[in-house]
């Protein structure tokens, strides 16, 4: 296996709408290890990016490498948290079944979750504060529960590098807890976590590493040096809230409101 | 198993004791089993079950409407079939599915290549082979065709059709779809709920969609010239419905389905044959609807009543 420094390397990417680019020659690298949130505007491509990159949607150009190997190779190593409304949540099925699902790939053709899986399974929930609702079907739940058996099914794959799209919306405070918590612990075991966030005022909190994206990436690096003023406005143009306190800029723009 | 899930298995266990006895009952209203009532009810319950199966997964994945669209757009196909090949009934069937299968396609094409958006397509496609099918059966009525008799039964559905073959062919898919389900399970299950997820993955979500689209395919077919290219889709997904009511687990909705299926089209299939020239399919179709009506109203936590009471209770409450 090559070894690489990144975890994912994207170079020339381009997707394109109906002949409208919704990303435009994208070159990113994200190095083993850090904690990602991408940023932007809405219809920047957030979501597209990490799509394209796993091969959902159909790029018009470009290259992606998971740890230098192309996808095919490193499905076993990736881990997906689609965004919650993505999905049917009537869906006839509860908690732990979904989060066994996090193994169907893995267990191979005409093979049954066994009881290890059920275990595994379980342990996840437990992770995101959820075993005690596992036998819960999922449209009972609240949209933040939903979001952390999404999370529990995730952990379960036991990637090394997981996507993450959106796990922050509309969620409530207990939630976002369980989700920075496990953000941290999953850092701590040496994986690379890659999620799309849209709040600005937490990135430099729970990120060390951040992309600024709209349609092209404006900038990418350590959180401590391209979270600056200057490209966040390159990124959002005139429509941002407010830009996050504690950024080295002038008061008045602190508290800028689109 | 939790608690709640082992009362659904009890209510499910229930139900096809009902059912099943619901044979000696009729015996003994005075329905007469023989030869042939017996190959009808037969027939009927199995073409139901395979309707539950697929009609499981047609719901779920949003496509219920895609049945009805194949159905009618196979209707040309049976008639061309006529045309070339006479009364064969192998050749009826693959007609129907030649012209039903085109239909399929030409929708899916239609909303990913033009601005037209599905159900657009789909209303479109359905009238435009629809139309043509009544044409050439129209065409092959005028026709001093001694062998032509049954054809127009394609419409509405025609029970006492069956013979010991048919039976034969309907066991038969029911044991290769039954199969099949089983085999692809968690497969099928996870690309019904989050393909994005399947595919992600690895699992080879391009042939498996193929595969469980041919089967809702193959089920319409064979069900066509028992519920009739009209109603064909309210047998493909009544079950079903009435049976989402009810679970909370995949595997309790498909067995559930099964059973309602199963006693539409049986039930349905010996009312049809009791008086000469009743049609089948609107009978099924009436049983079945009257479990999707009995399970709206009365199903734990999802029906109608149940949700009144809840809220009168919440009343009492503040």
Known sequence: MPASPYALEINDLTVAYRNTPVLWDIDLR???????????PNGAGKTTLIKAALGLIPRAAGDVRFFGLPLR??????????????????????????????????LGWLRRPDRAARQAALAALEQVGMAHLAERQIGQLSGGQQQRVFLARALVQNADLYFMDEPFAAVDAVTERAIVNLLGALRKQGKTVIVVHHDLQTVAEYFDWVTLLNVEVIASGATSEVFTEENIRRTYGGRIGALPAGLNGSPEASAYVA | ????????????????????????????????????????????ALLGALCGMAGTFAVLRGQSL????????????????????????????????????????????????????????????????????????????????????????????QAAAIIARDVVILGAACLLIGALLL????????????????????LPTGWLNGLLSTLIVI??????????????????IAPAVAARQWTRRLEQMIVLAMLFGAFSGGSGAVLSALERGLPTGPLMIAVACGLVLVALLFAPQRGVLWQLRQRRRLRGEV
């Open chain 2, 66 to 157: 895609i049945g009805d669209t194949l159905s009618h757009a196979a209707l040309p196909g049976v008639a061309l079939a006529f045309l070339l090949f006479g009364r064969e009934p192998l050749a009826l069937l693959l007609g129907a599915a030649a012209t039903g299968g085109l239909g399929i396609l030409l929708v899916n094409w239609l909303s990913s290549t033009t601005r037209l958006k599905q159900d657009a397509a789909m209303g479109i496609v359905l009238a435009a082979f629809f139309a043509i099918g009544v044409a050439l059966l129209s065409y092959i009525q005028g026709r001093a065709d001694a062998r032509q008799a049954g054809l127009d039964k394609f419409i509405f559905g």
């Open chain 1, 73 to 106: 190779q490193a499905r076993a190593r990736i881990g997906y948290v689609p965004q919650r409304n993505s999905i049917d949540w009537d869906f006839p099925t509860t908690a732990l079944d979904v989060a066994m699902m996090g193994l169907y790939g893995k």
């Open chain 2, 183 to 202: 085999a692809f399970w968690k497969e099928f299950k996870l690309l019904t709920f989050d393909p994005d997820f399947a595919r992600v993955n690895g």
């Open chain 2, 1 to 44: 198993m939790s608690p709640e899930d082992r009362r659904v298995w009890r209510f499910i266990g229930a139900v096809a004791l009902c059912m099943a006895l619901s044979v000696p009952l009729s015996m003994a209203l005075g329905v007469q089993y023989d030869y042939t009532l017996t190959h009808v009810a037969l027939g009927g």
């Open chain 1, 30 to 40: 994200v190095p083993s290890g850090v904690l990602m949130g991408i940023i932007g």
């Open chain 2, 219 to 236: 089920v319409c077919v064979i069900g066509l010239q028992l519920a009739g290219v009209i109603l064909m889709v309210g047998l493909l």
